[in-house]
């Protein structure tokens, strides 16, 4: 019995966490099917991603989508996208379907594809922003004609099964479900149209589902303090530790080295936390009445760039930015009247994007936050942040034992020890 109430709770637990991210409570990717024609066997769809995530995007190869068809549907066309494989469709005779999968797999098209392969919001290779950086380009979309299926509303089968990848595993995604009609406006805006038939897919994604380690780590440092508090060891994992390559090591100039390798596998310089990514929080300047952080994003793989990065801090003195230098910045506000949380990206055509591992590798900005006289403090680690995230994902901070502390100030240990030999000290003084 107690082994059952237990099972019970971690799998509550675990449910209710694995698709929730705390900085983004409403983060989702919502997929949704219009139907906007009826055709003799099947009809015409115009399917719709939106990334409604505020700071996690999905960076090339981009987004896969599958789903497991209802009946014995075929794919017969598709504008905008493709589907991965053909299957099957040895029974037709004539006209060949795009797709006679069950289980169809379908990418975005490439950038450049000739006029008559394109939709509206496609051919971006995958890439989809998010949402709280660009809501313009957290759109893709493609046109989808459906055979051997329903030809009504009451016919239809929904398809069921949806996978996403983004571009690997991390999102789970609900059942199909019907909605209201999406209205459409005309070009003049003055004639509303809607579509036959609707259904919404809602994604979400999962940290602990994507990786079993972080993929980036926090470091810190202080005007008030020579020490350098390091990422954790093996903040990553330390499995790749065989396969790193060195700063130095004369096989960084081999052709070809930098090239991304189909399954996306890593080439990590040789660091003692061995993650992908480090970003450094440095506590510069101390004003009267302001402050300044200095933030620095440093890439140690070489095969990856990242384009459209994305860095989410969480710090209470976050309600007070007065300037942020060399980024870009927006409030994140979760939970309303909490303003702890601000998303940092680069500037388009200037440093949004991170190269790979080596000389030009970084991105670095400062950050001028106006002082709470109620509130500051340079003790026990206040000016360093609670939680960081790069491109949606968690990054490991060092324990807070370990953060650079104020020279008059020792570490409590280090303070008791003190005080007991003065006791001590004391005690044989008097006996004496």
């Not at 360093?384 to 995230?389: A, E």
């Not at 949606?392 to 570490?411: D, H, K, R, T, V």
Request: hydrophobic residues 35%; contains cysteine.
């Amino acid at each position: 019995m107690k082994l059952f109430i237990a099972v019970f709770f971690l799998s509550v637990l675990f449910s209710s966490t694995v698709a929730y991210d705390p900085l983004d409570p409403n983060g989702n990717i919502t997929i949704k099917w219009d139907i906007m024609s009826w055709t003799p066997d099947g009809y015409v769809a115009v399917v719709t991603m939106n990334n409604f995530q505020m700071f996690r995007h999905i960076m090339s190869p981009g987004w896969t989508l599958g789903w497991t068809w209802a009946k014995k549907e075929v794919i017969w066309t598709v504008v905008g996208a493709q589907a991965t494989e053909q299957g099957d469709c040895s029974k037709f005779k004539g006209n060949i379907p795009h797709c006679c999968k069950k289980t169809p797999t379908v990418v975005d098209l490439l950038p450049g594809v000739p006029y008559n392969q394109q939709f509206s919001n496609c051919c971006k290779g995958g890439v989809l922003a998010a949402w709280g950086q660009d809501p313009v380009a957290s759109v893709s979309s493609f046109q989808v004609s459906v055979g051997q299926a329903g030809t009504s509303n009451k016919t239809v089968k929904l398809p069921k099964n949806f996978t996403l990848l983004g571009p690997g595993p991390g999102y789970t995604c609900g059942p199909a479900k019907i909605v209201p009609s999406t209205n459409f406006l005309t070009p003049d805006r003055r004639r509303k149209t809607q579509a036959l038939m609707t259904w919404n897919v809602t994604c979400t994604y999962s940290q602990f589902l994507a990786q079993k380690h972080p993929s980036c780590c926090v470091s810190f440092s202080s005007f008030y303090n020579e020490t350098i508090t390091p990422c954790p060891s093996c903040a990553c994992g330390c499995e790749n530790k065989n396969k790193c390559i060195k700063s130095d090591s004369k096989l960084l100039s081999v052709v070809g080295v930098n090239t991304p390798r189909k399954d996306n596998s890593p080439l990590l310089q040789c660091t003692h936390h061995m993650c992908p990514v480090r970003v450094h929080w440095h506590v510069k300047v101390n004003y009267k009445d302001y402050w300044r952080a200095k933030v620095a994003i440093t890439n140690f793989n070489y095969r990856m760039n990242y384009t459209q990065w994305t860095l989410v801090v969480q710090h209470p003195n976050l309600n007070n930015v007065t300037q942020v230098f060399s980024f870009d910045y927006k409030p994140l506000l979760p939970y309303g009247s909490i303003n702890d949380t601000g998303m940092f990206y680069g500037m388009k055509f200037y440093n949004d994007l991170l190269m790979e591992a080596g000389q030009f590798g970084n991105v670095q900005s400062e950050v001028l936050l106006q002082k709470d006289k109620d509130t500051f403090t340079f003790k026990e680690g206040w000016a360093f942040p609670r939680k960081v995230y790069f491109n949606g994902q968690e990054c490991m901070l060092p324990p807070p034992e370990s953060y650079p502390f104020l020279p008059n100030s020792a570490p409590r240990s280090l303070a008791f020890f003190s005080t007991f030999i003065m006791f001590v000290a004391f005690f044989f003084l008097t006996m004496m």
